[in-house]
Each structure stands twice: as structure tokens, then as C-alpha cells.
């Protein structure tokens, strides 16, 4: 449903993106992570027909990015990173503005804007001005906005950036929501757990590359033989970090508030022996978990290389 083969983006003499090959099939949610200045909306802004590629190309919903760009747009609803609003418009004319501009007729519009309004949970603010609107309703606004000419696929930029986390919640079951409706959505961001519930599937850029992607637990999988363990010293916390530290296959070492999180790349053997060790050495401890890695730890190995 939306592909990109060897898309690349170069500003100048700078690469933005080098070459992402990737396929996003019909359903999915696909959460596009990576850090600030990555590469993320250089991708979105192109596959939004906002932008053109420097090299390779795209297909959104069977029509050619570069060309067919007015196919795509009306196969797509885009929410850019950050949107404007006109001054003096209310929210339901707001609407009306983009339902016009796809060409829905006057009776039908009026039962859209009704629709969507319900959908985002905005239809007491349909006669309130847009620009009086909290930061959280405007989001959700742009999102209704996208939603007018109902189309099977959403491409949204950091949709729940700057939000609470009350709102990030409602952007959230919002998402699913819209996956039960069938829609395929792209959604970006550098907040890696705010996706890790409401994807289907993700991919990990930075610099400009492209550096995992695939379905959520593929992924996971991937990255399982690295093993994520937290550890809770009662006593002996200093003996028990110097044999972490030199444990060979110790990747990384952090402390963290409930505990220091250990990555190990072995296997239950492995973390046997490890454990052992550090009882033999006197270590007390009250928790010794092997967890499953967070989305935030996959970020972490993947971006540091471990992962190949
Ligand atoms: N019009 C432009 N001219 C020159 N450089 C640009 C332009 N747009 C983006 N860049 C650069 O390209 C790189 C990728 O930017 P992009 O906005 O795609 O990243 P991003 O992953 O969306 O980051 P963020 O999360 O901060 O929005 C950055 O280094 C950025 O400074």
C-alpha cells in the first residue's frame, strides 16, 4: 500500500536520507521512529507529494509518488509536524474548508464534519473559534482534518508531540481506532514508547538510514539474543557492578530507578552463570529479571550498531 524503493533526499550538498527501500502493506500501523533531524519528515513530506526525491521513489495506494501526485493525495491524509490555522475560522468551517477542497458535496459535508467531529470527540467545540482551541484540540482537529474525504491511508507527523500525557493516551486509542476502520497509517516519532502499544509493525532511521524495520515482533525477536536484565542490589551493589562490568558479554550498563539494567549478548546459559557469580561473590540481591526488551531498548541496541 505504500512502498519506497531506493528514495533518497539530498538538501544541497547535505543527505538528508540516503536510500530506504520499504514496504507498508494495507492495515498496518507502521511507527516511523528515530531521533531529531533523522530523516523522518524528509521521507513523510515525500511520500505527502510535498517533496521531490533526489533519487528512487515511492507508490502510495497504487499511484506513483512523483507521478501521480494528485492520485496519491486523495488516497491520503497528512498531518504535518506543525500546522497553521486561520485566524477567525471556527472549527466547523475549518473542516468545511478542506471538505470543499475535495470537491464533497454541501449535504454531504455536513454529515462528514457531524461524523468526524463525534470520531474526535470535538462536536462541543464546533462553533468555537480554531486559534481559541487548546494545543491538544487543535491536534485533534488536524487529525479530523485529515479525516474528511476519508481516505485509506493517514500519514501523520509527530501527531502527539507537545501533548500531555492525558492526550497522548486519547491520540493513542484514537490511532487504534482508526486501525479498526481499516485505515493503513504511518504515524513518526522520536517518543519511542508512545508507539510501542499502537504499532503493527515499526522502522528505526537515523542519519538518514533506514537501519531495522519490520513487524513489532520480528523486530523484538531480532533483538532478543540480546538479553535485557535488571538487577536490584540489597547489599554488595559495588562487587556485583564490577563483575557486570567484566562479564564478557556485557553490551551496555545503566542505572535506572528501579535498578541497574544489564544487556548481555548470551543466552540463558549465560545469564546462569552470571547470576551465580554474583551470589557466589556475596552479592544480595531482591530481583534478578530478564525482561523483554522495551521499545526504547530496541532503539538503543539498534542505533548502537549491535544489531545487524
Ligand atoms: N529544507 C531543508 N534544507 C536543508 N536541510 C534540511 C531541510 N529540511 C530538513 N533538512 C535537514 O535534513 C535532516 C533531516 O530532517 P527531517 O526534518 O527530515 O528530520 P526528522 O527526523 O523529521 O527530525 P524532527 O524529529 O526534528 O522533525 C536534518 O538534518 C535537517 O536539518
Known amino acids: 500500500?505504500?512502498?519506497?524503493?531506493?528514495?533518497?533526499?539530498?538538501?544541497?550538498?547535505?543527505?538528508?536520507?540516503?536510500?530506504?527501500?520499504?514496504?507498508?502493506?494495507?492495515?498496518?500501523?507502521?511507527?516511523?521512529?528515530?531521533?531529531?533531524?533523522?530523516?523522518?519528515s524528509t521521507t513523510i513530506r515525500f511520500l505527502a507529494t510535498l517533496l521531490r526525491a533526489s533519487r528512487g521513489g515511492g507508490v502510495v495506494a497504487g499511484c506513483d509518488v512523483m507521478g501521480d501526485p494528485v492520485g496519491v493525495r486523495q488516497a491520503i491524509g497528512y498531518m504535518p509536524d506543525n500546522f497553521g490555522v486561520y485566524d477567525g475560522m471556527r472549527v466547523w468551517e475549518f473542516l468545511d474548508f478542506f471538505a470543499v477542497a475535495y470537491r464533497i458535496g454541501r449535504t454531504e459535508r455536513k454529515q462528514i464534519i457531524d461524523n468526524v467531529l463525534e470520531l474526535l470527540d470535538l462536536t462541543h467545540k464546533r462553533n468555537d473559534f480554531v486559534n481559541g482551541l487548546s494545543r491538544g484540540m487543535k491536534q485533534r482537529l488536524c487529525l479530523a482534518k485529515t479525516l474528511v474525504h476519508d481516505p485509506p491511508?493517514?500519514?501523520l507527523d509527530e501527531p502527539a508531540s507537545g501533548l500531555d500525557p492525558r492526550a497522548r493516551?486519547?491520540?493513542?486509542?484514537?490511532?487504534?481506532?482508526?486501525?479498526?476502520?481499516?485505515?493503513?497509517?504511518?504515524?513518526?516519532?522520536?517518543?519511542?514508547?508512545?508507539?510501542?502499544?499502537?504499532c503493527t509493525s515499526i522502522g528505526i532511521i537515523e542519519r538518514g538510514q533506514l537501519l531495522m524495520h519490520g513487524p513489532i515482533d520480528s523486530v523484538y525477536k531480532q533483538i532478543r539474543r540480546n538479553r535485557i536484565v535488571q538487577i536490584q542490589f540489597v547489599s554488595g551493589e559495588e562487587a556485583g557492578m564490577s563483575i557486570l562490568r567484566s562479564n564478557p558479554h556485557l553490551r551496555s550498563l545503566e542505572h535506572e530507578p528501579t535498578g541497574v539494567i544489564a544487556e548481555l549478548e548470551t543466552g540463558d546459559e549465560g545469564l546462569a552463570e552470571l547470576l551465580e557469580e554474583l551470589v557466589r561473590a556475596g552479592v544480595r540481591m531482591k530481583s534478578f529479571n530478564d525482561r523483554d526488551p522495551t521499545l526504547e531498548d530496541v532503539f538503543m541496541t539498534v542505533t548502537k550498531g549491535l544489531v545487524t
Open 1 to 40: 500500500m505504500i512502498s519506497l524503493t531506493g528514495f533518497g533526499k539530498d538538501y544541497g550538498d547535505f543527505t538528508a536520507v540516503e536510500s530506504i527501500d520499504l514496504t507498508i502493506e494495507a492495515g498496518e500501523t507502521f511507527g516511523f521512529i528515530g531521533p531529531n533531524g533523522a530523516g523522518k
Open 153 to 155: 491511508i493517514l500519514i
Open 169 to 198: 493516551v486519547e491520540v493513542k486509542a484514537l490511532l487504534k481506532e482508526l486501525r479498526k476502520m481499516g485505515k493503513t497509517i504511518l504515524i513518526s516519532s522520536h517518543i519511542l514508547t508512545e508507539l510501542a502499544d499502537c
